[in-house]
């Protein structure tokens, strides 16, 4: 039985091609448009991990992340930057931001799913 995964991504082709793989790899998830709606759903649910974007209206990833670590409930659950933006030295404030790992856009389906597993497995 696969995970359960929070998709926070506000690209509608992003959280598309993001459902599209997990679904194959037999994961379910929850998909929010927003740094507030995934708030909201955190509170009535619980996952495995969280693939966070990083340029999300209103808060954005990096903030997200930091405002869940605060919380004793997400502390520890993984969370992946999906960004567009790991440029160098960017990267490094994604992660410093709490995030567990980083996967570039766009997408490498084989890098994602080794990210994943990797993660998952610990």
């Not at 992003?14 to 709606?37: K, M, P, Q």
């Amino acid at each position: 039985m696969g995970s359960h995964i929070l998709i926070v991504e506000d690209n509608t082709d992003n959280w598309r091609l993001l459902t599209w793989i997990l679904e194959d790899e037999g994961h379910s998830f929850i998909v929010s448009e927003s740094a507030e709606d995934a708030f909201d759903v955190l509170e009535r649910d619980e996952f495995d991990l969280i693939l966070m974007d990083i340029s999300l209206p209103g808060i954005d990833g990096k903030e997200a992340t930091r405002m869940l670590r605060k919380d004793s409930r997400f502390a520890e659950i993984p969370i992946v930057a999906v960004t567009a933006h790991a440029i160098k030295g960017l990267d490094s404030e994604i992660l410093a931001s709490g995030m567990t790992t980083l996967v570039t856009k766009p997408i490498d389906e084989e890098q994602f799913l080794e990210t994943l597993r990797s993660i998952l497995a610990a």
